[in-house]
């Protein structure tokens, strides 16, 4: 679990994929509370931007590569994420049993096969 984060590259179960999103929420919740903090400390604006867009480039390539390995355990392209009611097929969606156009099934189901 969790062995290439930031590759788009190969398949991930479920679990993965809803372990992923409740860190990415998580990540989410701690910079928007640090950043509320230091815009009540009267830091600069233009700083606080800077440092947000740096901080969330990170968590949405994580987010968006998780993503994409969960659309190819269910054999679609990355790009089906996009759509917003996919975002339930993935989380809640078998993905495809042994090997499909995009690797071996994280299940190990083709071992046998």
Same mark, same amino acid.
């Given at each position: ?8 590259? @190969? ?9 992923? +999103?409740?860190? &990415?929420?998580?990540? +989410? ?13 009267? !830091? ?8 947000? &867009? ?5 968590? !949405? ?5 998780? @993503?994409?390995?969960? &659309?190819?355990?269910? *054999? *679609?392209? @990355?790009?089906?994420?996009? !759509? ?10 078998? @993905?495809d049993e042994y090997e499909n156009d995009y690797g071996k099934d994280p299940k190990g189901r083709d071992l046998?096969?």
């Amino acid at each position: 679990m969790f062995a290439h984060p930031f590759s788009f590259k @190969g398949r991930i179960r479920r679990l993965e994929y809803a372990l992923s +999103y409740l860190l &990415c929420c998580i990540y +989410y919740v701690i910079l928007d509370t640090v950043i509320t903090v230091m815009s009540l400390l009267g !830091n600069d604006s233009l700083l606080l931007f800077v440092l947000t &867009c740096l901080a969330i480039i990170p968590m !949405n390539w994580f987010f968006f590569a998780q @993503g994409a390995k969960r &659309c190819h355990d269910r *054999n *679609n392209s @990355g790009w089906y994420q996009i !759509n917003p009611v996919y975002f339930l097929w993935m989380l809640l969606g078998d @993905g495809d049993e042994y090997e499909n156009d995009y690797g071996k099934d994280p299940k190990g189901r083709d071992l046998f096969a």
